[in-house]
C-alpha cells in the first residue's frame, strides 16, 4: 500500500473531542480538518479507527493499493546464478571467506587440544589434571568453530 504524503495528521481521543494535529512537525489543535479518529466498541476494551475529512467524514484520498510492488522490491530479488545461494543472498564474499578461516582455525586448535588430551591420558603419563584441561578445552573449541558453522 503506497501512501502520498499528506500537510496533516490529526487525532481525536474521543468522540466531541478537539482533534490534535500536526501540520508539517508542529503541534496544533482543531476542530476541522484531516482525522484519524478512535471509537470505543460497546463491548470490551477495544478501539475502532476511522479517518475522515473535515466533520462530513469522506473518506480520505491519497491512499492507493498496489499489491504488485512490494514483489518488486530488491531485497526479494532471487539470484540467476546456480552457484549462487538464497541463504547467503547479500552476504559478502569476504565475510563469508573470514568466517570459514575461524571455522578452520577453531578445529585446528581443538585437535591440537585433543591431542595433548590423548597423550596425557596415557596410562604410562601420571598427569590427569592436564588430560581433563586439555579434553575441556578441545571441547569448547570445537562448540566455537560449530556456533559459528550455525551462524554461516
Known sequence: MLLRPVSSLCVQAKQGD???CSLKG????SSSSSALS????KHGRA???Y???????????GVVFQPF??????????PVAPHLSLARQKYADAC?????EQINVEYNVSYVYHS???YFDRDNVALKGFAKFFKESSEEEREHAEKLMEYQ
Open 69 to 78: 510492488e512490494e514483489v518488486k522490491k530488491e531485497e526479494l530479488d532471487i
Open 47 to 49: 478501539l475502532g479507527v
Open 96 to 100: 563469508e571467506a573470514a568466517i570459514n
Open 38 to 41: 478512535f471509537l470505543p466498541r
Open 26 to 29: 508542529s503541534p496544533v489543535t
Open 18 to 20: 478537539n482533534l490534535i
Open 116 to 118: 595433548l588430551y590423548a
Open 51 to 61: 479517518a475522515s475529512i473535515g466533520t462530513n467524514n469522506h473518506a480520505l484520498t
